[in-house]
C-alpha cells in the first residue's frame, strides 16, 4: 500500500513532542518501533485503547526488505482500523524519532490515564530520574502483577520516549500516574496505605516484613544518589534494607535491579 507522504505541518507538531511541556499540553505522545506499535495495535484491536491519532512510516525503499514488508504489514492493519498513515523520507523520519536506531515506524497516541485502584499493592517512586529505570521498573511491577505505579516530582516523564521503550509496552496496561507534590498525594489520597520504604540505612531486612493483608500498601523507591527525599520519609510506616553478602564491598544497586530484587522476593512469599 502506498501511503501519502507526511506534510510539513504534521512533521513539525510530531517533532514538537519531543519536549515533555508540549506533550502535555498536547496530551499526545509517540510510541516508536515495531514492538510498542504492535502491542498498541493488539489493545486496540481488544478495545482497550483507542486508535492512533497517526501513524507515521519511513519510506519502505531505505528500509531492508524483511523490515520493511513488517512495517508495511502493521501500518496496514493500523489504516485498516481509520488512522491516518503517511510515510516519510529517512532523514525526516529520524528527526521524528528518539531512538539512535529507528525502527521505521511510531504512532501518535493520547497520552494514557488508567485510575490507581486504591485498595491494591502500589510502586512509588520518588526523584528516579533515569527514564529506561523506570520504565524498566514499570515492566518489572507488572511481570509480578503489580498494575499501580505513582511517580512523584522529578521522576522521568512517564510518556518520555525512553520511558515507554523500557516498559515494552506495560505502560499500556498499568496505571502509572505523575504527581507534582508526592508527599502531600500519599497522605491525602492514600491515607489508608502502610507505606514502606527502602533504605540503606535501614534496620529491618526486606525478608522480615508483614504487609497489611487488604493489599492496601506501597512500597517507595527514591533515587540513587540521594535515596527518598525527606519530605517522603515523613510519610513512610517502616523501613527496610535488602540483604548484601557479608563480603560484598558495593554501595549500592541500580534502582531497577532493587525493584526487580523487592519484588521478586514480595512474590515468592505470596504477598501480593
Not at 21 to 44: D, K, N, P
Not at 232 to 253: D, W, Y
Request: some cysteine; glycine content about 6%; overall charge negative.
Amino acid at each position: 500500500m502506498l501511503f501519502p507522504v507526511l506534510s510539513q505541518a504534521d512533521h513539525q507538531q510530531i517533532r514538537s513532542l519531543q519536549k515533555r511541556s508540549e506533550r502535555e499540553s498536547q496530551q499526545r505522545c509517540a510510541i516508536e518501533g515495531e514492538h510498542l506499535c504492535g502491542e498498541y495495535l493488539a489493545l486496540v484491536k481488544q478495545k482497550r485503547l483507542s486508535k492512533p491519532y497517526m501513524v507515521v512510516v519511513q519510506e519502505a525503499s531505505s528500509l531492508p526488505q524483511a523490515q520493511a514488508a513488517r512495517i508495511s504489514g502493521l501500518a496496514e492493519e493500523f489504516a485498516r482500523l481509520g488512522t491516518s498513515v503517511c510515510q516519510a523520507s529517512e532523514r525526516k523520519f529520524h528527526l521524528l524519532a528518539d531512538a539512535q536506531t529507528p525502527q521505521g515506524i511510531l504512532a501518535v497516541i493520547d497520552v494514557l490515564s488508567l485510575s490507581i485502584e486504591t485498595n491494591k499493592p502500589m510502586i512509588i517512586l520518588d526523584a528516579v530520574a533515569d527514564p529506561g529505570n523506570v520504565g524498566t521498573i514499570i515492566r518489572t511491577a507488572e511481570w509480578f502483577g503489580i498494575n499501580n505505579i505513582l511517580l512523584g516530582e522529578n521522576c522521568a516523564d512517564r510518556f518520555h520516549p525512553k520511558t515507554l521503550r523500557a516498559t515494552m509496552g506495560a505502560a499500556f496496561r498499568c496505571a502509572v500516574q505523575s504527581t507534582p507534590h508526592l508527599a502531600k498525594t500519599l497522605r491525602e489520597d492514600f491515607s489508608h496505605y502502610t507505606l514502606y520504604g527502602a533504605s540503606l540505612q535501614a534496620e529491618t531486612d526486606l525478608s522480615a516484613l508483614v504487609f497489611p493483608e487488604n493489599g492496601s500498601y506501597g512500597i517507595v523507591m527514591g533515587s540513587e544518589a540521594h535515596g527518598i527525599s525527606p519530605e517522603v520519609q515523613s510519610t513512610l510506616h517502616q523501613t527496610f534494607r535488602i540483604g548484601r553478602a557479608p563480603a560484598s564491598e558495593a554501595e549500592s544497586l541500580n534502582v531497577a535491579v532493587a525493584a526487580g530484587v523487592i519484588l521478586h522476593q514480595c512474590f515468592a512469599r505470596q504477598m501480593w
